[in-house]
């Protein structure tokens, strides 16, 4: 017993190659066709012959990966290509989502490989052929490409973006949402900026979600935006392209201001960044003054927010004593908070919307002026529940939002338990709408698409 748990406890730092992975796959599949058999002889056996029998077979889970494991790319190929002559029955779109996430696997070690080798690596026919089996997916309701979304991995996606007619994408909808959409919010924030760049502006601008925002919002309302998103968007639209992009209801903000409002902001912050530990580094050296060596080479971001070795823009090593190399320290981003904003961080919020992207675009906006404890609910009936448990200082309401209870029905039963503050966060200015929200006595209104500075002028009156 001893030496079974020895082996137990070393078992995680055992090196496996590929041939002994291959022989693993092997002696499965062996294993599984052995119980599969003697499965077909019971049922033989014991059930009566009849065309109406349950099978016990049909009970065991089907190892369809592990037959497709198997496959060679050609076969894989060919796979899809038959998805398409398949005639007016529907293909089996959960086997095309494990042959795509298979296929791309077995040929590419990483996304970043991909993007600069599948023109070498997937022929002009094949990859023609596997465009043409995404539009017809699409035309029938895109089943397999909503499975690659949900399911996929990264590379799965990125494959997706890479191949497709991103103008399908935009054609077919999940509960109200664009497959444009959805892809936009699951893919990886490293795969993002090639989104961009293949939807471009006319997609990225002219495909509306249930709630009326363009793909382009959706982007920006993403909590892990990056400098090279920034980057992406500058190449795909010019100035006046920006001042087009508006919400489906032509109001709030166009696309310009928003995006000016972003950029300035994490363009700023990472200068500020790195004035701070620029600061912190000649500090640190002059404390380091007549000791033997000078602190060790520490990673720094660069404009990118790219780590970066002291020393490596010259591409020489960084040379002890000598300034004109950072030699920088680490410092959290989030000390770059207004110490003014610190009071604020112990005061609850709740923010309620059924869009996930506006609630992470407003609790983004939040965060950036200091609040850090806020909760989210997504319908009226789950703020009631949260607000009785968490007892929030403030409520930013949506008014319109499916379910039992709208924003203005949710803040009633809110405000008969609980003295609590609530701005109602909308995008209808109709009377009928505000009148019924008036008799909530709320602190305020937001109409959307909004902006930090509403947010800032609405908390502030509430002093």
């Not at 298979?102 to 002009?124: A, D, R």
């Not at 660069?302 to 320290?329: F, H, L, R, V, Y």
């Not at 207004?338 to 506006?358: C, F, H, R, S, Y």
Request: with cysteine; charged share 30%; net charge neutral.
């Amino acid at each position: 017993m001893e030496d079974s748990n020895e082996k137990w406890h070393t078992s995680s730092t055992v090196t496996y190659s590929a041939e002994d992975l291959e022989q693993i796959r092997r002696d499965y599949n062996a294993k599984l066709s052995a119980l599969e058999s003697k499965l077909q002889v019971i049922e033989n056996a014991v059930l009566p012959k009849s065309s109406t029998r349950c099978h016990i077979s049909a009970l065991m889970p089907q190892s369809t990966d592990s037959s497709l494991e198997r496959a060679t790319p050609r076969q894989l190929f060919e796979l899809f290509e038959s998805s398409l002559n398949a005639g007016p029955k529907k293909p089996d779109f959960r086997k095309l989502t494990s042959a795509w996430g298979i296929l791309f696997s077995s040929l590419f070690l990483s996304p970043m490989e991909m993007q600069s080798e599948i023109q070498n690596k997937i022929s002009t026919e094949n990859l023609a052929m596997l465009r043409e089996v995404i539009k017809s997916d699409c035309a029938r309701q895109g089943r397999f490409v909503f499975d690659v979304i949900k399911k996929g991995e990264q590379i799965d996606r990125l494959a997706l973006i890479l191949i497709a007619d991103l103008r399908d994408l935009g054609g077919i909808e999940h509960d109200g949402v664009p497959a444009i959409h959805l892809l936009t919010r699951a893919c990886d924030k490293s795969i993002r900026p090639v989104l961009i760049e293949k939807a471009g502006k006319h997609l990225l601008s002219s495909v509306f979600d249930r709630d009326g925002m363009p793909v382009f919002f959706t982007i920006l309302g993403l909590g892990n935006l990056t400098i090279y998103d920034i980057n992406a968007i500058e190449k795909v639209f010019s100035k006046d392209d920006l001042r087009q992009v508006m919400v489906q209801k032509k109001t709030g903000r166009n696309g310009l201001e928003a995006f000016t409002e972003i950029s300035t902001q994490m363009r700023e912050k990472l200068a500020l960044q790195r004035k701070r530990l620029t600061t912190s580094c000649h500090k640190a050296n002059a404390t380091y003054k007549g000791a033997v060596g000078p602190p060790k080479n520490i990673p720094v971001p660069d404009e990118n927010g790219k780590d970066m070795q002291a020393g490596e823009e010259t591409g020489s090593p960084a040379e002890p004593g000598n300034d004109n190399k950072s030699t920088i320290c680490q410092q959290d981003a989030s000390s770059m908070s207004d110490a003014g904003d610190t009071p604020n961080k112990n005061k609850k919020i709740l923010i309620v919307d059924d869009n996930e992207i506006i609630r992470l675009l407003l609790l983004q906006r939040l965060n950036d002026l200091g609040y850090e404890n806020c909760v989210q609910a997504k319908s009226g009936d789950e703020a009631v529940k949260l607000a009785e448990a968490a007892r929030p200082y403030l409520i930013f309401m949506d008014i319109k939002m499916p379910g039992k209870l709208d924003g203005v029905a949710a803040a009633h039963k809110i405000k008969a338990s609980l003295d609590t503050r609530i701005i109602f966060v909308t995008g209808s200015s109709d009377e009928d709408t505000l009148d019924r929200a008036k008799d909530v006595h709320p602190e305020g209104y937001i109409l959307k698409p909004f902006d930090e500075t509403k947010l800032r002028v609405a908390l502030q009156l509430l002093r």
